[in-house]
């Protein structure tokens, strides 16, 4: 049952880091940041997730 514990925790913490960098992401576009490669390289997303994330933002 721990293990079980753990794994669910880990996961989480997974999902919770890659919703966080998504956020900051579009916070640094929206900032006038535009280089996708430069985001991905600070947010820890690979170049084609931060290129879904903004391909509907207003460059």
């Known amino acids: 049952m721990c293990e079980l514990m753990e794994n669910y ?6 999902e ?3 919703e966080t ?5 579009v916070n640094l576009w929206n900032s006038g ?4 490669q430069q985001i991905a ?5 690979s170049l084609d997730e931060v290129k ?3 391909k ?3 460059a």
């Open 52 to 54: 879904e994330l903004l």
């Open 41 to 45: 390289n600070a947010t820890k997303l």
């Open 16 to 18: 919770t880091a890659k």
């Open 33 to 36: 940041f535009k280089d996708m």
């Open 56 to 58: 509907d933002k207003p």
């Open 21 to 25: 960098a998504k956020e900051i992401a």
């Open 9 to 14: 925790v880990k996961e989480a913490t997974k």
